[in-house]
């Protein structure tokens, strides 16, 4: 076995029995011909990154409404997301919309008004 | 009520290709499928983001585009949970592009601060040394997170992790050595940057090593 994947296979070894909980390394490093001092260099980090990450518990809110919406029980909720965005960004999409109904209705006002005078234009004209 | 109950113990008891069968024309076989894997995902996704918010983003994401193609879901040496994370691994990188470019915070800085505010069941503040450790991570190319996550936080075998990686189990260890290898490398240099007039010249010899490496 080269040096390579001794070392390989230790890291993986190592890391198996720090995550059984096992805090000495020594009698691991010497199965694979590793002297103390690297079993004491690794155990550190090793050690380190057990205790550093655990697992995370998601929410109960968070994981049962997801639940729902998948199942169908509820509709998707629009405003859920919405309600997390940043209060200016959220003014920004009620203005957005409140202004994009205000033109669709000016429009649709502008142009009935807009026929309504090109209609009698055209009345006068035949008129005349 | 009798007839909800026992096909709500059928489910638990049903394997993974069971449920996938059933999740086809079933909403309730997929819900088993969530709460087997929901966790693990939400997981793997928040050490990702570094943020509660993001993770429940991204988690609904991964599980409503897993419902929506799990007609064309087939096992080919691939298991059900492996397709999961391989989901939640595009989708943690199209948002993380995403992030870059509109970024404002450093992430490091962002992951730091956001792990130890808003992971729900971490009460007590992170130490200096598991930020260090955190910020050191998120150096890493997003296959080295990857498998640093699913090693400590999943306790996934090199053979489940070659599977969720599309590699063999001996390619596995090796990218786990290499990792080891450069997180301690980055861990050297934050130590050394944190006094900086003292350890400059090894400070930046190391720096040309990283960058060589």
Redesign the interface.
Known sequence: MSS?TQ???F??AA?DAV?RGENNLERLAGRYDMPPEVADD?QS?LM????????????AR??NQ??A????RQPVAVRW?LK?LPVRVQLAAVLTLVGGFLLLLRNRFVGGVGKVALAKKEEARVAR | MGLFNRRTRSYKKMDDQELIVLAKDD??A??EL??RY??KI??YI??RVGN??D???L??RV??RA?GHIDNYVDRGVPFQAWLYRIAHNLVANFHRDQSRRKIIPLDDYVAHSLRSD????QAE?SE??ER??AAIHRLPPERQQL??L???Q?KS?AEIGEIMNRTEGAI??L??RT?LA??DE?AIQELERQPERNQDTLSSARNKQVRG
């Not at chain 1, 380190?48 to 929410?59: A, G």
């Open positions: 390579d070392m390989q296979e890291l993986s890391t995550l690794w980090l380190e990154l057990n205790s550093t990450l655990v697992v995370v518990q998601p929410s968070f994981e997801l639940k919406e998948l199942m169908g997301p997390r | 909403k309730e997929f819900g969530y709460e929901m966790r939400y997981n928040f050490y509660a918010q993770a429940e983003d988690t609904s599980f409503y419902m992971a729900p069941d971490r992170a040394d598991e450790l955190m640093i996550l090693k400590f936080i306790q090199n260890k090796s786990y050595h080891l997180l301690r861990l």
